[in-house]
């Protein structure tokens, strides 16, 4: 089977009917399970967790209404999952865990977007990546998504090279740091998503590399499947090519969860 593990549905208003066109046009394209996973600052609840400016200006989401919405449509028995992205913030772990924890949640996604104060993955910010040292910006991404898994916080960690987002790439050989990152996901228990959103981005491809994903499956790190949707039209697209990498990379299953508890399915 496929599922989809990454859908955000903040453009609209939470409601069944915006929910329903997400899962219609993902049955269509065969995902069978679909797991919602709303950025935590748009909460008003979790303001705390990533303040900044440009989180500020996004935050005014009721996390409840959000739950209950979820909830509902398990209810009537939509086959959705109840999830979260919350950024990794160095040093805000605990109240990471704390809010995570508040909530019935059945998936949380760990994502690194932001470097210190640098937002490297939004638009607004592009002029600050070409006066970069690539190398460096990959050392301190990479590093970032380390701790992250070390942290134990997320079930999931989220487009694992985000960093390549508008095709910047490392001068220098990171085998070693690709290699030592992987097996601190190894350790954690975590898995990590195959994610088409980067086919839609200006780098034009899936998260993560091939290689990187190949040394996922030789250290045993489970996968889920994500296209990161924030319209209907974005979920499970692309799926057919996300499919083949992952049997090209030696996988067989994918990583459900339910009440935070892993469970493998059968890729469909």
């Given amino acids: 089977m496929l599922i989809d593990y990454h859908l955000h549905i903040e453009r609209g208003p939470y409601t069944l009917e915006w ?16 797991g919602f996973s709303e950025h935590c600052y748009r909460f008003t609840q979790a303001r705390h967790l990533l303040d900044n400016p440009w989180a500020t200006k996004r935050c005014s989401a009721d996390v409840e209404e959000y739950i209950a919405l979820i909830l509902s449509a398990k209810a009537k028995g939509l086959p959705v999952k109840l999830g979260l992205e919350a950024d990794y913030i160095p040093g805000k772990e605990e109240e990471i865990r704390y809010f995570i924890n ?34 460096e910006v990959y050392r301190q991404y990479f590093s970032f998504v380390q701790q992250a898994a070390k942290s134990k916080l997320f079930d999931i960690l ?16 990171m085998t070693t740091l690709y290699e030592q990152t992987v097996k601190v996901i190894a350790e954690s228990g975590c898995a990590i998503e195959v994610s088409t959103a980067g086919l839609r981005k200006k780098v034009g491809e899936i998260y993560p590399l091939p290689s990187i994903l190949k040394l996922c499956r030789e250290n045993n790190v489970p996968i889920t499947l994500s296209s990161d949707a924030h319209k209907p039209d974005e979920v499970a697209e692309n799926f057919e090519l996300a499919v083949k990498l992952i049997r090209d990379s030696g996988y067989q299953s994918l990583m459900s969860f339910t009440a935070r508890k892993p469970s493998a399915l059968q890729i469909g």
């Fill in 158 to 173: 989220g487009h694992l090279d985000l960093v390549k987002i508008f095709g910047y790439r490392p001068t220098g050989d």
């Fill in 19 to 34: 929910l329903k066109e997400f899962v219609e046009q993902g049955k269509s394209r065969g995902v069978a399970e679909f």
């Fill in 102 to 135: 508040s909530y019935p949640l059945d998936f949380v996604i760990g994502s690194v977007h932001w470097l210190d104060d640098w937002g490297f993955d939004l638009e607004e910010t592009l002029p600050r990546w070409k006066k970069a040292d690539t190398d």
